[in-house]
């Protein structure tokens, strides 16, 4: 697994830097280059200006990840992209890509974003048309399926959708539950993109269905279960990590059961993907002071991905005849995961029928009430 984790980007920018600082002490103590020519160096600050520009360069460089340069020449005219959590971020990101290139985006937000995220997105767009939204709240199975209602009643059911992007979630909460009672990391980023698919599958033949996971499915290695999940229901044995990669796990999982269940009746094909460690407000929730936060901002700018370059392995899952359907992908490639619970079908299948079992006990606890 180290391996797997040296090849993130961030991993890449900080070895740039660790072994900058080497370079420095070696140099400084005549290991790499005669003292005479160090002391000449060292004490023109020119020099040394230069040297951290190309050291910060280069980290930069290495933290961007890969990137999806087809998507420049691409005419997307004619085609129609769904995306969750549009209203910031990668999510955003992705819908002004896409509408520079003509496509039609239909962006779900929270209802208190949604307004200013259309706005700003249909600036970038070749028509005002080709940007609208609707209200969705993942973490309210009410609010999803108004959504899903409002926008069967208001689309054209002959239109053709290109894909599907499962964008939202949230990271690392304090304990939460959702309006339903879910534990709020997986009623968030799984049951609510869980339920939000299922009733959208009859407008998604032919469509590619693209669910961002992470690689912090790593951090909790265990099944992804009705069991485990069990334990993060509980405020007396929930970690927010821990949830937050069972969440990740299940995204993928989710990935592989949709892709074995619908490939053949409905034509689909569906990605998970990792976008890397992105410069956004997903880690609003981690508890670090004011003061630390500020001491690391700079930080984060140079070994963290911009939001266009963490929106890059999105385009390319929703895009790329080079993506592998079922499969996981990082910078714009498939890429192994990092345990192998999430790829078995077994579980994966498991996994699906208790998520659409708890969410249909749910659902007739609503219609009681």
Known sequence: MLSLLLRQPEAKALLTFVSSILLLVLSANSILIPSVIWSLVSANALSIGVYLIIVILMMRWFARGGQYPDIHFLNLNGQTF?????????????ANELVKRGARVILFARASNLNEAVNDVRKLARS???????????????????????????????????????????MACPYGKTKDGFELQMG??????????????????????????????FMWRVPCDASHYAQM?????????????????ANILFTRELQRRYRQSHDIRAYSLHP????????????IGALLKKLIRPIRYVIFKTPLEGAQTNLYCALSNDAKPGQYHA???????FHPYVEDDEL????????????????????SN
């Open 82 to 94: 769904l995306i969750t959590g549009a209203a910031g971020g990668i999510g955003k990101e992705t």
């Open 331 to 337: 910078d714009c490639s498939p890429f192994p995961v």
């Open 276 to 287: 890397g460690s992105v410069n956004t407000q997903l880690d609003r929730h981690i508890g």
């Open 128 to 170: 005002p048309g080709h940007v609208t939204g609707y209200a969705l709240d993942l973490s309210d199975l009410r609010s999803i399926k108004t959504c899903v209602d409002q926008f069967m009643k208001n689309e054209d059911a002959n239109m053709k959708i290109t894909a599907l992007i499962n964008n939202a979630g949230v």
């Open 188 to 217: 968030t980023n799984h049951f609510g993109h869980f339920y939000f698919t299922q009733l959208l599958l009859p407008r998604l033949r032919s469509a590619r269905i693209v669910n961002v996971s992470s690689a912090a499915h």
């Open 233 to 249: 229901c509980n405020p007396n044995t929930y970690h927010p990590w821990s949830a937050y990669s069972l969440t990740k796990s």
């Open 348 to 367: 994966a299948r498991q996994w699906w029928e208790y998520s659409e079992q708890v969410i249909q006990e749910k659902l007739k606890q609503l219609e």
